[in-house]
C-alpha cells in the first residue's frame, strides 16, 4: 500500500535529534512558554522574513487570535474563498464576524481576486487569503483592492510553509499570518501547533498576551484572553525539523512536476505548475476527475491512498445552515471532483513511479 502521507517515516528522520531535544525538555523542568519556544519563535520569523513570530496551540488559533486582536466581530464583515478548509471560516465566524465567501479561480484553486472587489461592503474589515494546497496566492490585485478600501490582509498559511512569491515567503505577504504545525502539515509536530507571523509591533505585542490570557506580566491582564500556548515539547522539535524543511519543499516539487511530467490521462486534469516554481510548496497534490470516486475505488483497488480535500465546502455543511442558500458553482464542482494523490519528502521513486502508472491506465 502506498500511503497517502507516511509520517512514522517522516519524524524518523529526526529521531536522534528529536531523542535530544526531548531530553533537554525533560531535564529543564520548564514546559511552557520558555527557551525553546522563544528559539522556535525567532528561528521561524527569521524564516517567513518576518519581525514577529507568536507561538500558539493550532493553526485554528492562530487564524482565529489574528481576528480577535484586530478587534473585529459581530457586524464586521471577512472575505474568504468559499473552496477553503473549515478551519478559515470558523476562525472568522468564532469571533462573530460574518465569513463572506468568494469563488477560486478552476485552475490555481485560489480565490479569485477579480471577484474580491463585488464582494466589499461597508462592513468589510478583512480579506483572508487562503494559500491553498501550498500555493502562494498572488498578491498584487488583492493588496490594491486592501489598500483603496483600506481592509487588512490576513493569511491563512497553514497549507504553504516556505512557498515564495515574488521572493518574499507565506506568512510575509500580508498584515498576519497564520500557521499550524497539525503533523500532517509540510511543517509538523507531534500533536497540535500553530503560529501567528507578522511585521506588526503593536499586534504582535497584543497577541503575544492574549494567548496567555491576555496578560503582559503575570496576574496583570489587559485583555479578556484566552490559553493558546505552543509546549515547550512541540518548539523544541519544530526547531529540528525546520532546517529540513526548504529541502523537503524541493523533494515534494519534484514530484508534482514528475507527475505533471508523466501523468496523461484524458479523465484525469491536473493542477498547473506555476511560472515560478517557488510559489508552490505542494501540501497537496490534487488532481480533478469527473468520476472521482470511481478514480479513488480504483486507486485503492491498486494500492494507493488517498484523501479528498475536501468533499464538502463550508456553505454546504450543517454547520453553516445560514449559509445554505448560497451558490458557488466552481466551489461545488472542484469539491465534486477533486482527488489527493500520494506526495511526501519520504516518498521512494519506485513509489512515484507506481502512482504514475496506475494513473495513466485508469479507463
Ligand atoms: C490545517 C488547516 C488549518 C487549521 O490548523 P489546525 O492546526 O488543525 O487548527 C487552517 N486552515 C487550513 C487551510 C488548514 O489546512
Redesign the pocket.
Known sequence: MIKFLDLHKINDRFRKEMDEATARVLDSGWYLLGGEVERFERDFAAYCGVKHCIGVA??????NLIIKAYGFGPGDEIIAPAN??I??ILAISENGATPVLVEPEWNTRLIDADLVEAAITPRTKAIMV?H?YGRAVAMEKIRDIAKRHGLKIIE?A??AHGAMYMGRRCGNLGDAG?F???PG?NLGCLG???AVTTNDDALAAKIRAIRNYGSDRKYHHIYKGTNSRLDEIQAAWLAVKLPRLDADNAQRRAIAERYVREIANPLIELPKIPGDPQEHVWHIFAVTCPERDRLQEYLTANGIQTIIHYPTPPHRQDAYAELAHLRFPITERMHNEIISIPISPVMEDMEVEKVVEAMNAFR
Open positions: 493550532n493553526g485554528l488559533d492562530a487564524l477553503t478548509y478551519a478559515s487562503v491553498l491563512d497553514a497549507q497564520g499550524s504545525f497539525y502539515k497540535d501547533g500553530g
